[in-house]
Nanobody, 124 residues
Framework: EVQLVESGGGLVQAGGSLRLSCAAS????????IGWVRQAPGKEREGISC????????NYADSVKGRFTISRDSANDTVYLQMNTLKPEDTAVYYC?????????????????WGRGTRVSVSS
């Protein structure tokens, strides 16, 4: 059974930082692409970042490029999302999701397995 468990969400002031973690099990981690998708209140899900399999190629949505960094730790089957210079518009539930490859366009429908999400709230 595939399990993706997110952690690290919380409340932070604008300009602050958080690091999200996604612990994966039940998948061949080095063969899987892992991404982050967020859903703000009243909005559709938005793919924001993805990291490919062992090659570690990354891509980002324009909304987070230059502020967020995705990385993977194959020794611990964990993917991280370092979020810096947070803005109130980053407030959302953040989901970790797995796919066979990272799509060029970060379409949430391309992801196969999903975690339950972790909430990030950024106050102004």
């Amino acid at each position: 059974e595939v399990q993706l468990v997110e952690s690290g969400g919380g409340l932070v002031q604008a300009g602050g930082s958080l690091r999200l973690s996604c612990a994966a099990s039940g998948i061949t981690f080095d063969n899987s692409a892992i991404g982050w998708v967020r859903q703000a209140p009243g909005k559709e899900r938005e793919g924001i970042s993805c990291i490919s399999n062992s090659a570690g190629i990354t891509n980002y949505a324009d909304s987070v490029k230059g502020r967020f960094t995705i990385s993977r730790d194959s020794a611990n089957d964990t993917v991280y999302l370092q979020m810096n210079t947070l803005k109130p518009e980053d407030t959302a539930v953040y989901y970790c999701a797995a796919a066979s490859v990272c799509a060029e366009v970060l379409d949430p429908s391309a992801f196969i397995s999903w975690g339950r999400g972790t909430r990030v709230s950024v106050s102004s």
